[in-house]
Structure formats: C-alpha cells, structure tokens
C-alpha cells in the first residue's frame, strides 16, 4: 500500500486561547495514500486540514510536506473546504480556473484542464453559470473540480459531502475515487461519517475527542469497488462503531 | 448522480425573473406612474389650500419649465448650462471622492493599524457637513476647485467608510480558496477582496452621490459663480419668483434620481452574480 | 349605588375648583397684558444684516424713544436680504418691511400688496475696486460681485454698465462673503450696500472707492412699508411710525455726529464709529420722498432685465399710484413744525 516514502508528517499541539484542540497528535501519511480522518463533530478535523493546509500556524510542533513546513505557496495543494468556497461573482468555469490560474498555467494548456474537469464532474452546459444558479450538489463538484484542476501532490478535503443528500454523495465519492485513481496523488479526506470512511480510505486515522488525540489508525483492505453488504466491510464498521462511541 | 434533479434546480432558478419580468415591469410602471399622480393631485389641492401669491400651481411651474427651457433665465443662461455645470461639478468631485475613498478605505481597511493610528485625526471630519466648510472654503478656494473640493468631502466619506468597513467582511474562505493555491497578497486583493467588496463600494458611492448633490446645491448657492442649479434657484429666489425655483428643485431630483439609476444599472450590470441587488 | 353618587360628586367639586383656579390664573394673566395693549402697540420690523446705518432713522427713533412717544414699541427681525424679509412679510410674520426698491417692485409684480410710507435711504450703492483697478474701463471684462441678482445693486451695476459702456460679470454672492472675495482677487469690484463697502475699504489692502456715488443722481435705494391692513384699519398706528422715523431723520440733519455713534452702538463691528463715518459720504438717509427719476430708471432697467413682469404692475405710474401713500408722511411733517429734535 505505501507505495511512496512518507509524504506528511504531523507532531502537532494545537490551542485557541486556553481551548487545548490538538494535543500532541502524531501521524504520517505516505505519499499517494487515501487517508480518512475520522472524528465526532467539534473535535478538530478542520483544524488539522487546516494544518496541513499551512492556513493556520501551529501553536506547538510542526507539519511538515516533504521535509519542509507545510506552505502553500512551496507545494501544490489542494483543498475541498467544508462550508461554501465558491467566489460567487464568478462563474462555474471562473471557479474552476483560480488553481490554474495562481499557478500561472499558460492559456491554451489551462482551457484545455478546465473543459476536461467539467467534463469530469458532469458540469457541461453550466460553464457560464453562477454559484447562486446551481445547486448545492452542482456547487461541491465545482469545488471539487477546482481542486483537482491544478496538479497537486496533496489534496485536502474537508467533509466535503457532508451537507449533500445519500444518493448525490455516493455518486460523489465514486467520482473522487475515480479522479484519485486516476491522478495518484495523496488524498487526506476528513469525514465524521464511518462509511465513507471505509468506502474510501486505504487507511483510516480515528480520533479521540477534545483534547485530541490518535484513538486508532486501520488499514483498509476491502477490494474495490467497495461493497456495503461485504462481511469485511460490516465488520469495519462495527469495529469502527465501538471505537466512536455507543452514540454511532 | 443526480444531473436530472440538478437540470430542473437550475431550470427553476433560472425562469423566476425571466417570466415574471415583462408583466412586472409593466405594473411597477403602473404603479410609478399612479404614485407621481398622486403626488401632483396633493399639490394642486395645496395651493388651493395655502392660497398664497408666492405658492405656485403645477400649472404655473410647468410655463416657468417652458419659458426658462426656451428663453434661458434671467442673467441670460440657459436650463442646459445650468444643468450641464452642475453636473460638471458634481461629477468631478465625485470622481475625486471615488478615486480617494476607494484606496485610502483599502489600505486602511487592510492595515488596521494605520487606521487606528489615524481615526482620532480622520473620523472628526466625517461629522462636518460639507456645507459647514463653505465660509472656509471661500476664503481659501475659487470658481470649479471650491466646488470640487465641498463636493468631494461630501462624497469621499460615504465612499471611505464603505470600502474600509467591508474590507473586514470579505469571507475568509474565500481568501483560502486562493491561498492554498499560493496566491500572494496582491492576487488576493486583486481577486478576492475588490470583487468581495465592490456591491459595499457601489452602495457607498450612491450614498455619496445623495451627499454630493446636496452640497453642490447649498455650495452653488452660496455664489461665486453665475452658472449651476442652486445658482439660478437663489438668482429666482431674489426676484421673489417661486415657480422658477420649484423648476429648479425639480430638475435638482431628477437628474439626481436619473445618476442613482445609472449608478443602479451599472451595479446591475456588475452583480449579475447577487440574487438581487439592494436599494 | 351610593359610592357612586359620592364619587360624582366628589368629582364634581374637585372639577369646579380646578376650573375657578384656572379662571384665577387666566385672569391674572391676562391683566397687564390687557393695560398693556391699551397703551402700546407692537409693531414687528423687518430689516436685513449690516444695515444699521441705511436704516439710521429707525436707530435714532428706538435710541430717542420716538416710537414710545407714539404709543408704538417695535420687534426688530433680520433676514440675510430683502427678498427673504418680504417673504416672510406675505404670510403675516411682520407689520412692517424695511428693505430695497427693487425687492419690493419685484414683490408686487408677484401679486404681495402693502403701502410705502416713506423712502428711508437713497445712493448707498459704492462700487468698491481692488487697487489695480483705476477707472471704469478697467473693469470691462472682469467680474463684479453683487449681493445678489435681485438687489438694488445689481441693477445699479447694470446701469454702471451702460454708463461707462462696459461689460461686467455680474457675481453674486453673500454680502459678508463679498470682502473675503475681493481679498482674493476673485472678484475685481464689488457693488454692495454701506457699511459692508466702508469694511472693505478698510480691510483689503488698496482696495478704494471707485465710484462712491450710484451712477443715476440721488438713486433711490431703500424704503419703509406698512401692511395695507394697518395703513387702513389703524391709520393712528401708521402715522405714528412714520412720524417717529421722521424725527430720526430730523435727528441725524441736525446732530450727525451724535446721530453716528448712536447707531455705531448698533452695528456690531469692529472700529463702528469709523465705518460709519467712512460710509455716511455715500448714503444719504435724511429725504423721506422717493427720488422719482432714479426711481422710474431704475423701474425701467428691472424690466429690460426680465426680472420683473408687467403683469400686475402695469407701468412706474401705476405702481407709484397703488403702492405709495404719502399721506402720513404730509401729515406727521404738518404736526411736526416748529419741532425741534433735543439731543
Ligand atoms: N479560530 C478558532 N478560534 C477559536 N476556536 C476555534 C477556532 N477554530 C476552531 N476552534 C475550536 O476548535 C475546536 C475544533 O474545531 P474544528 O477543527 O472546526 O472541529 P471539526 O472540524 O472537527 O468539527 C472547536 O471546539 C472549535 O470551537
Ligand atoms: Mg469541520
């Protein structure tokens, strides 16, 4: 599974104010892994991609891309935020090209991965569509595209399906796999939600609640496509279940 | 994936004012119309309430508007250069207190602490009226300059305080959408910011466009000069001829309401991205 | 049943008192201001800034006590210029107007009535030049500040004009923003009333009388006005006023300088005395009748100029026939022979 060397590395103590977040939280990613990071709501998922983002200063220890601090502007990232992040004076096609564009993609090569990720994501006809005329499923796939436009060695997403219907999500995630698939890059998927979690990951990091800390790290080895009624996907998420907590 | 189910979404957003529009328009024009009536029927019963020599009819208003659109007023200037210099000069100061307010509330709006360091100095000023500044500036300024400078004060600070209290407001994740790409500070004012703050922008600017026609009014009146709207309605209000002065006052409104439409269209225009754009 | 006549009644006695008291107080009240009205009567006056010496008369006949000698006490209301006085004078705010011809022709030509009892000031239009400006030829082409297009003066400036065959830009502006304009050059003359000229000539470096007097001969310039109403249902009320300006004319012929410091103590400027000194050369205020050819000039010239129209004033004569009324003023200089004003 590790095919790369270890990619990210996190040794981080995180506080806001006296509010102890992370407390001494260690992991490491490899590099083209899809890693899940599993964790009840409030406990600092968003603060860690945000980390890893190099958005947020760390308040003690460090995060570190390929042996330097994380940074974006030394490494290609990608990031699918949770809450809305489309520019809404742009439009769909607009969106998708700010990765392309910061990166100074030259004209004809940038067109050219623009069409290919509405192609992708099912988005052709709406180009020139505002955020405010399409729907919020249409919305996070946009997000979506505008990540995987550019050509990033580490794509951070941010429970990005968590506000989408059952049936949207599935053809979404189906969709993120097949982009991973295809791209091979690292992929950190933060999610609360423990299906997704197996649907997805290759390895699963669970996390305990405020201060937080590694509760269990799981390999997945189901093959894909994932099935939901595989004896080994059911017994995951029971697994899963107990690490959680009686509540899931 | 649901493309169906998102086509019908998209389909229904879409049609709302696309259908609507025509019948709408039509009965807001109605209605405009009724409105303006109405306020000329209240008129009419006013002057035969105040029965006063000096208090004018519309009837009498509107051959004053002919008689001074053909004839041009008493100190031998026409309606049209009147007009055309007061906008002159509303239009320069405007553009002064936009090409000021919209940097200076920038900087100051993304360098807290110059304005921190500042406010005691600068806030002041935004509580004196523009037409405070008159006896001052006849001292100190004449003909166009006095009236580009009463009209930019009047116009920058509506202007100012839109930008520099927006700058805060802009969504921080929009912001990140660019930074995680590696965008610099530049990009991100560029890209993220003016285009975040631009509708706070515009609506200060209309504000002030209230503010600068105000005070070109009271700053023409104050003379100096023999041309502009508020100079011909004082020249009137000398000769003791009212309705002269109500033509003014007429003109005054609705050059000022045919600017705020334009500035309206041009945010129209502008913001086709907002659901609607705010009064 | 019976707690309820009680209260009515108690209601009752406690109304009645309550409305004895009021009576009490409404008749104690009214009292003096009942002895008051039978000796004096109010008058409201109007008049405009900076003129206390064009309405010298009036001073000297408040300082003197000539009005108290009429029965009459006056309340004195400044506005910023004539037309605004006359505004005010249509809807009932004022018994009595003092301000300029011009502002009153133009005020009838709009449809306001009232009766000129007398002229009070004639000249007091001084053309004032910045110090490079030597005659009137220098002046073609520049500008001229006025105190506005529908005063006295910016008519006199237009005959100025036609004088000396020159072509002027006529400015106006705020009297007192008249001096500031001058300093600075933005206007090159300035044509106003005293004693703003006489501070001009005082505070602006260089800057000299041009022309002291008005270019037509004994130009009539100010007047005194009463409602039509008074004139005619309180004619004692009427010559009562008149009479007390006339003594303050009288006055000011007989005891200039005594006359000049009263009304200095008026002004409200700095150095009075010698502004109204300097001033007094170009204002005449002691001719209770209108100077008719200045007048019927000036009549003229508001019409050529569009700013009056011959609707309702039909000529100078129809005017003079409706709107003047010496009669007061033949009967107070009758009562007034051999009167002798004491300083
Ligand atoms: N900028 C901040 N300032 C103060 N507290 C914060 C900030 N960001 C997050 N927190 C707090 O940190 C905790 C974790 O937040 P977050 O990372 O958003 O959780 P999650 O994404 O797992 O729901 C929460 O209690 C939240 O209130
Ligand atoms: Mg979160």
């Known amino acids: 599974m590790r095919a790369g060397g270890e990619k990210v590395l996190v040794d981080v103590t995180q506080r806001f104010g006296d509010l102890v977040v992370l407390d001494r939280l260690r992991f490491s990613i490899a590099a083209n892994e899809f890693v899940c990071v599993l964790g009840k709501s409030g406990c600092g998922k968003t603060t860690v991609a945000n980390l890893l983002a190099g958005l947020l200063p760390c308040s003690e220890g460090a995060v570190t891309i390929d042996g330097v601090s994380a940074d974006p502007r030394r490494h290609e990232l990608a990031f699918v935020f949770q809450e809305p992040s489309l520019w809404p004076w742009r439009t769909v096609r607009d969106n998708i090209r700010i990765g392309l564009e910061i990166k100074r993609v030259p004209a004809p090569e940038l067109e050219r991965r623009v069409a290919d990720m509405i192609e992708l994501v099912g988005l052709r006809g709406f180009e020139t569509y505002y955020p405010y005329q399409i729907s919020g499923g249409m919305k996070q796939r946009v997000a979506i595209a505008r990540a995987f436009a550019v050509d990033a060695d580490l794509i951070l997403m941010d429970e990005p399906f968590a506000a ?44 305990t609640e405020k201060p937080t800390r590694i509760k269990a790290s799981l390999d997945v080895e189901l093959p894909r496509p994932r099935d939901y009624a595989h004896p080994g996907f059911i017994a995951l998420r029971k697994r899963l279940g107990e690490l959680m907590g009686s509540a899931w | 994936m649901k493309v169906e189910a998102d086509v019908l979404e998209v389909a229904r957003a879409a049609s709302v004012p696309a259908t609507a529009g025509r019948g709408r328009s039509l009965r807001v024009l109605l209605h405009n119309a009724v409105a303006a009536l109405a306020v000329l029927a209240a008129w009419q019963v006013a002057t035969w309430v105040v029965r006063s020599v000096f208090f004018p009819s519309p009837w009498q ?176 209000a000398e000769l003791i001829r009212i309705p002269e002065i109500v033509v003014g006052m007429i003109l005054i409104g609705a050059l000022g309401f045919a600017m705020n439409e334009v500035l309206l269209r041009i945010e129209q225009r502008l913001f086709r991205w907002r659901w609607e754009v705010t009064l | 049943m019976n707690g309820n006549v009680d209260r009515k009644d108690a209601r009752m006695t406690s109304m009645k ?49 000539y009005f108290k000698e009429e029965g009459l006490t006056t309340v004195r209301k400044t506005y910023p210029n004539g037309p605004a006085t006359l505004l005010d004078y249509n809807k009932g705010e004022l018994d009595a107007v003092m301000a300029g011809f011009g502002p009153f022709l133009q005020a009838a030509s709009q449809g306001s009535d009232y009766v000129i009892v007398s002229s009070i000031t004639k000249g007091n239009a001084p053309l004032v030049a910045r110090p490079e400006i030597r005659s009137a030829k220098d002046l073609n082409g520049k500008r001229v500040g006025t105190p506005g297009l529908g005063t006295i003066h910016d008519t006199m400036l237009t005959l100025y004009e036609r004088e000396h065959g020159i072509k002027v830009e006529h400015v106006s502006a705020k009297i007192t923003d008249l001096v500031a ?69 009288r006055y000011i012929d007989k005891h ?88």
Not at chain 1, 165 to 185: C, F, N, P, S, Y
Not at chain 1, 190 to 197: P, Q, W
Not at chain 3, 310 to 328: A, C, I, N
């Open chain 1, 164 to 207: 989408l219907d059952e049936q949207t999500r599935h053809g979404m995630q189906a969709e993120v796999l097949r982009i991973w698939e295809r791209k091979k890059t690292t992929v950190v998927f933060v999610t609360h939600n423990l299906e997704e979690a197996i649907y997805l990951a290759e390895r699963i990091i669970v996390l």
């Open chain 2, 61 to 236: 208003v509107a051959r004053a508007l002919v008689d001074l659109g053909l004839n041009g007023d008493v100190a031998g200037h026409t309606l049209l250069t009147h007009m055309w210099w007061s906008m002159a000069r509303l239009a320069a100061g405007f553009l002064m207190g936009v090409l000021l307010g919209v940097p200076l509330g920038l900087l100051m709006g993304l360098y807290k602490p110059l304005y921190a360091g500042t406010r005691a100095a600068l806030e002041p000023f935004r509580f004196i009226p523009p037409i405070a500044w008159i006896p001052l500036t006849i001292v100190l300024l004449s003909g166009f300059s006095r009236y580009v400078f009463l009209i930019w004060l009047g116009a920058f600070f509506p202007i100012f305080v839109a930008t520099l209290v927006g700058v805060p407001r802009v969504e921080p994740i929009h912001k990140n959408v660019a930074k995680v790409h590696g965008a610099g500070r530049w990009y991100i004012l560029r890209k993220v910011v003016i285009p975040s703050i631009l509708p706070d922008i515009l609506g200060g600017m209309r504000v002030g466009m209230g503010t600068a026609w105000m005070t070109i009014v009271a700053a023409e009146m104050s003379g100096g000069e023999t041309t502009g709207l508020g100079r011909m309605m004082v020249n009137y």
């Open chain 3, 17 to 65: 008192r309550c409305t004895v008291a009021l009576l009490v107080v409404l008749v104690a009240l009214a009292l003096p201001v009942v002895g008051a009205a039978q000796k004096m009567t109010t008058l409201r006056v109007g008049d405009q800034i900076g003129s206390e010496l064009d309405y010298g008369p009036y001073w000297i006949a408040v300082e003197k006590g």
């Open chain 3, 181 to 249: 304009m001058l300093e600075k050059s933005e206007v090159q003359g300035i044509l106003c009333w005293e004693t703003v000229a006489a501070t001009t000539v005082r505070a602006v470096k260089g800057a000299h009388y041009l022309a002291p007097l008005p270019v037509i001969p004994g130009a009539e310039s100010l007047e005194v006005i009463i409602s039509r109403k008074i004139a005619q249902s309180q004619p004692e009320v009427a010559l009562g006023f008149t009479r007390a300006l006339l003594k303050g004319m």
């Open chain 3, 256 to 343: 200039e300088d005594d006359a000049l410091r009263i009304i200095a103590r008026a002004m409200n400027v700095a150095d009075a005395l010698e502004v109204a000194k300097l001033a007094k050369a170009q204002v005449k205020i002691t001719d209770p009748y209108m100077e008719p050819k200045s007048a019927q000039i000036i009549y003229q010239a508001l019409v050529e100029t569009k700013k009056i129209t011959t609707e309702r004033v039909k000529s100078y004569d129809d005017f003079m026939q409706r709107f003047v009324d010496y009669s007061f003023l033949k009967r107070a200089e009758e009562s007034l022979k051999g009167w002798e004003p004491k300083r």
